[in-house]
């Protein structure tokens, strides 16, 4: 990933599976981060691909690697592995079933989790320091979720940042955002190689990845 000191950091936040912890939930959840400071080296070829594939008939307002179609995501990936170099990559893994029931509420697990995640973001990506960091993610129609996740990054960015950086956390519509629509491909990438055992994506992105770990590894928090 390209650094530079005196720019802003962005962050870009996705999640994977969903928050039900019954057996009828997804036996993972997973949250990733895709930072990086401008100018974003793979803005312009998404954004690129995109009218190409419009021109070609494909009526995309967005790319969603769940939704896309199987040859949208090869160009998507195509894309992102070219420009490997530029992205930094943190993800977070949880084995719902080992999560305690005190742990399961939303406004509970999601702000103990993102304070993990972002904690592996923020100590790597400022080390060359910046002025700012924006934490940005998709619009959440569920506003305890929407609390919880602002609860979560409100209690752990400042002790983490250094003196004079300020941070932002803001709620952009995908369609609006392509830097949320990168962290969308590189999270599903990782959420298939855990909830599938896919891992064929999941090669695709691994040199940018950072920082992947499986909190309750062994029944216990464990960093990889």
């Known amino acids: 990933m390209s650094e530079n000191s005196a720019a802003p950091l962005y962050v870009f936040l996705d999640e994977g ?16 981060c895709a930072s990086g400071t401008r100018p974003f080296p793979w803005f312009g070829p998404l954004a690129g691909l995109r009218y190409n594939l419009l021109e070609a008939g494909w009526d995309l ?3 969603h690697a ?12 195509d894309v992102i592995s070219s420009h490997i170099g530029d992205l930094r990559v943190d993800s977070l893994i949880v084995e719902k079933r080992k999560t305690a029931p005190s742990l399961q509420p939303i406004e509970v697990f999601y702000p103990r989790m993102l304070t993990y995640l972002l904690r592996y973001v923020i100590e790597g990506g400022l080390r060359q320091g910046h002025n700012q960091v ?3 993610t998709d619009t959440l129609p569920l506003k305890k979720k929407r609390n919880a996740i602002r609860k979560g990054i409100q209690q752990t960015l400042p002790p983490m940042l250094p003196s004079g950086v300020r941070y932002e956390i803001l709620h952009h519509t995908s369609q ?13 990438g990782i959420y298939r190689k855990w909830q599938s055992e896919d891992d064929s994506n999941y090669k695709r992105i691994q040199p940018a990845i950072a920082s992947e770990f499986e909190i309750f590894r062994s029944g216990k928090i464990h960093y990889y």
């Open 176 to 188: 609006s955002c392509v830097g949320l629509q990168l962290a969308d491909y590189c999270n599903w």
């Open 17 to 32: 599976g969903n928050f039900d912890f019954s057996a009828n939930g997804t036996k993972y959840v997973t949250l990733t």
């Open 134 to 136: 924006l934490v940005i």
């Open 61 to 63: 307002e967005r790319f």
């Open 66 to 77: 769940s939704e896309d179609h199987w040859k949208v995501r090869k160009e998507v990936f």
